[in-house]
Nanobody, 114 residues
Framework: QVQLVESGGGLVQPGGSLRLSCVGS????????IGWYRQAPGNQRELVAR???????NYAQSVKGRLTISRDNAKNTVYLQMSSLKPRETTVYYC????????WGEGTLVTVSS
């Protein structure tokens, strides 16, 4: 099982940028599809981006052109570069395996506010 820890969240102004990191442990990390998810209060958790072991990517329609997912298998890390952030995107972001997520970590809070 892959264990993942998210970091990189913080306060950013509307229109600003932020890069999230997801560090994984376990020998199968490099072979795993990894996704970034978010869950706003009162809403279901949604998948915003995913990346395959071969670095193929897929994005939710709402974030296309603004979020970029990438991975560095040598560092067991998946990144989410976010730009043109909007206040409604304030929430906790999680990384996990895809399509079958394991236990959820604490996530990292992104706050978009002036």
């Amino acid at each position: 099982q892959v264990q993942l820890v998210e970091s990189g969240g913080g306060l950013v102004q509307p229109g600003g940028s932020l890069r999230l990191s997801c560090v994984g442990s376990g020998s199968i990390f490099s072979m795993s599809f990894i996704g970034w998810y978010r869950q706003a209060p009162g809403n279901q958790r949604e998948l915003v981006a995913r990346i395959s072991s071969g670095r193929s990517t897929n994005y939710a329609q709402s974030v296309k052109g603004r979020l970029t997912i990438s991975r560095d298998n040598a560092k067991n890390t998946v990144y989410l570069q976010m730009s043109s952030l909007k206040p409604r995107e304030t929430t906790v972001y999680y990384c996990n395996t895809y399509p079958s997520p394991g236990p959820w970590g604490e996530g990292t809070l992104v706050t978009v506010s002036s």
